[in-house]
């Protein structure tokens, strides 16, 4: 997996790409959102529109990253998850803590 | 249903595998299931297990390092997944919810959970030679 940074109106952008399963990288996701959280970047918008595979070391990784920045005073929001990511979210009842926004601007949007 | 079924038993070795297998997978949950978002469901479950089966397990001669085999009957699928290796962590609970399972993840420990939260069984058993079976199953709402 792979993870692209970017910034917008004071909100980071990690765009994600490949898979989230089981490749010792997804945990890197964690990582780099505690960075971010030491760097005092607690807004955080992932968007999921390139990844091709999504299990439970995704949803892992995701939750980690989420509850870290809520622990800090921020927020995660996702944007552009595929059918089978809303699935998931909606099935694990994730959906009522991540919100998943058509677009990245949407989802910027609503941390205002 | 007068086209030829689809393939059922699959011997896997690696990730690769289990993605080449994915077409077949898909193929023989939409044989039965017309409905995309149950087969969306189906495919994750199934892929989740193998991958643990893949994380988790030893090669042994003569045995693929994941055995899946699909099951069609009484309105479910059900997928049989096998490895050989350590035993699996499965949590007796039945369900889980995001307060008190999902959000307390820290380390690892969510494929079974995830799995028992998309299908409607999740059992498991472990045999002789350190054999872990993983069975699970999902009701289809159509045909």
Redo the contacts between chains.
Sequence with gaps: MRINESSKDGVVILTLSGKMMLDGKSASLHDYVKNLIKESKTKVVIDMGKITWFGSTGLGALLASYTSLKDNGGDLKVARATRKIQSVFMFTQIIKVLENYESVDEAIAAFK | MSEQKPKQNFYLNS?NELELARKSIIKFCRFYCNN??EV??I??AI??AC?NA??YGNKRKNKSLCELRLIYGNQSIKAIVINYGKEFEVKEKES???EQD??Q????G??I??IK??MDSVKYLRKSNNMNELIIEKKLTNK
């Design positions: 990730f995309d978002e969306d469901i495919e994750m892929f989740e991958h893949f994380r889980f919810s995001i999902f959000l993840y820290r380390n690892g969510l494929g959970p995830l939260t998309l």
